[in-house]
């Protein structure tokens, strides 16, 4: 650069340097990194030269500089960095090219200001004059040749496949334009035009908003033009394509969001006038329904601007302060809340419900049909008399269209369109019918019998067809169609039926959904169509459900299982009075774990919910049938099966499917213990009351995030029920102090350090101790680090608290012991219990039983570990037993003579690894209790035999100093077991 920009250089240094450049372009190589990285900084001085240099010094060159480039082929080189400098050197040389002069027939809009523009609508304000085009006298200067190449490779730029290089072209289309003949730059315009053409690419639509925003913002583009121009724009408003499982085009809006804006603040509010309508319906609508968060806001933006720079925008005020830049950013609130609000102003209503039905319902993602047909049940109530007439019909011809997306929008559509109509008109006291004529009521009745006959519920959007229709068969039972006794009736049944036995079929992403709209369909579907009529003791169709959906129950098929007893859970309360007893039977068995079927965690945790729902729909009534509802006989054996469910710790490739049962089951404790406490006070025991707090404190203490979360908010509901208090909770103000009504939102059940605090400090109460010191346990000899650090830290914590009451510890550690006993084997509780008793010893939590022999507690506690070890060939389960028993040491009496001996039989273990974990803990005992258990000359030759004994050597090696180390600790050598002689 020094030696262009030097006023002493001469034109052949400038000639040699550029004929050096262009050698080395010339001789570079696209194809080898080492060529790449010439061509980069060649491009780069190149760039700067024809940046920086006098346009006369550097005009005699520019000819053969763009003809090296054009050598190049730069556009076709995979190097982005690459082509974005040849653009930009592309549009330096042509502003070499052109006169540097500003063209005089540019748009100027004049004089700006806001407060003008915010106060036009009022009578007699004087609107801004813009500058008209003054013809430019020097229009008839030659333009060289070169200028048409240069253009061609921008417009080329304009399609590129970076968002940089499309960018800069852009750029340098302005630029170029500005310094053109008014009829040339209008040519410009109308190239950069066609891009936007459905044969083009989604990069050419952006490029080409990216130009128009330019071309705009500097006046290039007459107001003759803006017919053209915001026609393009309002379609790249609204551009989405489908790419596999994605779509492209959320640039294309975003870059025509931007093209708004800067019409905004280059145009005169009466040039625009004539779009305002078009350019205001298209930003709010994707404002409120565009699918990505950058183009909602892009538009809310734009129209900001409009609202500000034109002020002509109908109800711009009111509108940008609903929809501003923070609300735009939740979708559903858009879709729900925002539009709803915009449409109360008659100028967008008809545009937001024809862009949804044109555009909206058919989108490839699902969530945005959904969210868009609940948006036209929304905007029915704005426009019902258009929604009847004209959008229900067109609805009703897109259910057959042979796009399966359009197809599931639309019935979707049609499900929330009739339902809001209903909604109005049995808010005005008058029937559907004086919404819907014949015609769309018969059109709503075929749409299940034309998708089965042309068997769209198989196969591939099968799954959609299934959800869309259940979603159909709700809304037109809650608007009481006068379908009663129809065969559609019948139809929709077996829709319902097959959909449950097909589930198994059904992806696991979309089954939760389908087989919750098959549900929430069969109880619409019932309550209206299926209940007996006055005096009538059957059902009004579909013969005996109950009885069907029972014998479904007994499928070897999960998902079938579980399909049927959430739709007994739907039954309406008269189909399942007489059968009560019979139902709860069936979901019972449903519930309970067999070996064929252990694996079934999906189908108890269903069968807990219908149950749960049930007794909701029964309801209760103490001395009544148990046929009829839940009563005082009933009650015991209900609770028994969710009881029972609590301890289901079922696990499998999956991992703990049975915390899936566990958290069923404890909100359908809940919801029953809230239903009785409400109506029947009575009926709740003091045994079972107790029985569910126990439980629900156990699950609150064990190691799983979600479970403990979901067992301390059930916990805290119903202690702190009071409508009226739940009767008989055991230690009722203790745990009122220890969860005090106004901590319950305060505290993160899900985080350890919140959670085990509080949770410990029952066990101070005796009802709580054993099962909240089982779910302890199980947190404490756990494997995530911060669950047990911060359980550890409670559970020492309380010890250290108890530590001066002889009593309490021996209350505690008998807990502890019957913990143990009871779970002895189950290898679930017993391997973190072992891990739990290690770090109780080695934290001195015991040191109480140490003063005196043979304690009753070190006695059972030796007894149970070697019960709980014999046998076993699991090594983590030996591996802790080896640290418990070198904590025992510190018992005086037979249990340490006796714990040593154990230590000496696992010295010998059949497994090498658990025999060199034994002498390395072993050794490690030796040196802290080593004083107590041998004397101090034995000591020596005790570690010298640990440490230098190869323990992982053969059996035959090891026996023999396993053996002397016997006698020198003085316990008896074991005894080979002689094996048995065969028969």
């Not at 309360?573 to 252990?598: C, E, F, N, Y």
Request: proline share 5%; net charge neutral; with cysteine.
């Amino acid at each position: 650069m020094k030696l262009i920009t030097r006023p002493d250089v001469k034109e052949k240094k400038l000639a040699g340097f550029l004929d050096r450049v262009l050698g080395a372009l010339a001789c570079s190589s696209l194809q080898t990194l080492e060529g790449v990285v010439v061509m980069d900084g060649m491009l780069q001085a190149l760039a700067q030269i024809f940046k920086h240099g006098k346009r006369e010094d550097c005009l005699p060159y520019a000819a053969r500089v763009l003809e090296c480039l054009d050598n190049c082929r730069l556009s076709e080189s995979n190097q982005t960095l690459l082509r974005k400098l040849g653009v930009k050197l592309v549009q330096r040389l042509g502003l070499t090219f052109l006169k540097p002069k500003v063209a005089k027939w540019r748009y100027q809009r004049g004089c700006r200001s806001l407060a003008a523009n915010l106060s036009l609508p009022t009578q007699g304000q004087h609107e801004e004059t813009p500058h008209t085009a003054t013809p430019d006298s020097d229009e008839d200067y030659d333009v060289p040749e070169e200028v048409e190449r240069v253009i061609e490779q921008l417009l080329v730029g304009l399609k590129d496949r970076d968002t940089i290089v499309r960018w800069s072209a852009a750029k340098g289309i302005g630029r170029m334009a500005g310094r053109l003949p008014k009829e040339l730059a209008d040519d410009v315009v109308g190239s950069v035009l066609d891009c936007f053409s459905f044969q083009e690419t989604n990069d050419a639509w952006h490029g080409g908003c990216l130009a128009l925003a330019e071309l705009g913002r500097r006046g290039l583009l007459l107001p003759s033009r803006l017919t053209d121009v915001v026609a393009v724009i309002l379609k790249a408003l609204t551009y989405d394509e489908k790419r596999g499982a994605c779509s492209v085009g959320a640039n294309v809006r975003d870059a025509a969001c931007y093209v708004c804006w800067a019409f905004a603040r280059a145009y005169a509010p009466q040039e625009l006038r004539p779009f305002v309508s078009e350019i205001a319906s298209a930003l709010v609508i994707a404002t409120v329904f565009d699918r990505d968060v950058n183009c909602r806001r892009a538009a809310s933006a734009a129209f900001q601007e409009n609202v500000g720079r034109q002020g002509t925008f109908p109800h711009g005020i009111d509108i940008l302060t609903t929809a501003d830049y923070f609300a735009v950013g939740n979708r559903s609130n858009c879709f729900l809340v925002i539009s709803v609000f915009i449409a109360s102003f008659p100028e967008y209503t008809r545009p937001m419900i024809e862009h949804l039905v044109t555009l909206k319902i058919s989108h490839w993602d699902g969530v945005i049909r959904e969210l868009s047909a609940k948006a036209l049940h929304n905007l029915a109530w704005r426009a019902p008399e258009y929604s009847a007439s004209h959008v229900l019909p067109r609805l009703l011809s897109l259910t057959l269209s042979p796009d399966v997306h359009t197809r599931h929008g639309a019935i979707l559509a049609c499900a929330e369109v009739t339902y809001a109509l209903y909604q109005l008109a049995a808010e005005e006291g008058r029937p559907l019918t004086d919404h819907l004529d014949g015609q769309a009521l018969d059109g709503l009745k075929q749409i299940h019998s034309q998708l089965y006959d042309r068997q769209l519920y198989r196969g591939l959007g099968g799954e959609l067809m299934r959800q869309a229709v259940c979603v159909l068969i709700e809304k037109l039972s809650l608007s009481k169609m006068p379908f009663k006794g129809d065969a559609v009736i019948d139809g929709w049944h077996w829709l319902i039926s097959d959909t449950f036995r097909s589930l198994r079929l059904i992806s696991s992403r979309s089954r939760q959904q389908i087989k919750g709209a098959a549900v929430s369909a069969l109880t619409a579907l019932c309550q209206e169509y299926c209940l007996p009529e006055p005096g009538d003791t059957r059902p009004a169709g579909q013969g005996d459900l109950v009885q069907q959906y029972l014998a479904e129950l007994q499928s070897p098929e999960e998902m079938t299982r579980c399909g049927f007893s959430l739709g007994l859970g739907a039954l309406p309360g008269p189909l399942l009075r007489g059968r009560l007893q019979q139902v709860l039977a069936g979901l019972g068995a449903v519930t309970r774990i067999s070996p064929k079927d252990s694996s079934f965690a999906e189908s108890r945790r269903d069968g807990l919910m219908a149950i749960s729902r049930i007794c909701q729909t029964v309801g209760v009534k103490a001395e009544g049938s148990p046929d009829d509802a839940v009563c005082k006989a009933n009650i015991p054996r209900i609770y028994a099966t969710l009881l029972d469910c609590m301890q289901d710790y079922t696990t499998d490739s999956r991992g703990d499917v049975g915390a899936w049962v566990r958290k069923a089951a404890m909100t359908s404790l809940k919801e029953l213990t809230v239903l009785l406490a409400s109506s029947e006070p009575g009926l709740i025991g003091a045994d079972v009351c107790k029985q569910v707090l126990c439980c629900l404190a156990q699950q609150a203490s064990e190691k799983i995030d979600r479970v403990r979360a979901h067992a301390g908010e059930v916990l805290l509901a119903l202690l702190h029920f009071d409508s009226p208090p739940i009767p008989h909770v055991p230690h009722r103000g203790e745990l009122e102090r220890i969860f005090p009504r106004s901590d319950g939102a305060a505290v993160n059940w899900n985080a350890p350090s919140q959670a085990f605090p509080r949770i410990t400090q029952l066990l101070g109460l005796p009802a709580y101790r054993y099962h909240v010191l089982l779910g302890l346990v199980v947190s404490v000899g756990g494997l995530t680090e911060s669950t047990v650090r911060h359980s550890t830290h409670s559970l020492f914590a309380y010890v250290k608290q108890i530590q001066g009451d002889p009593r309490a510890v021996e209350s505690f550690a008998g807990t502890l012991l019957q913990v143990f006993q009871d779970h002895l084997l189950s290898d679930r509780v017993s391997v973190p219990l072992l891990k739990t008793l290690d770090q109780m010893l080695a934290h001195g939590c015991f040191d109480v039983f140490a003063t005196q022999e043979n304690h009753p507690f070190s006695v059972k506690l030796l007894a149970l570990c070697k019960e709980e070890i014999r046998k076993s060939k699991d090594i983590q389960k030996l591996r802790s037993s080896v640290a418990v028993f070198c904590g025992m040491i510190q018992f005086p009496g037979d249990v340490r003579k006796k714990a040593l001996a154990q230590l000496c039989l696992l010295l010998c273990h059949p497994f090498p690894i658990v025999r060199k974990a034994t002498a390395s803990q072993v050794y490690e005992m030796m040196l802290t209790f080593g004083d107590e258990v041998v004397g101090a000359d034995a000591l020596g030759a005790v570690l010298a035999v640990l440490g230098d004994t190869a323990w992982d050597a053969e059996l035959g090696v090891v026996r023999g100093q396993r053996n002397r180390l016997c006698d020198l600790l003085e316990v008896p050598r074991p005894q080979p077991v002689p094996k048995p002689s065969p028969c």
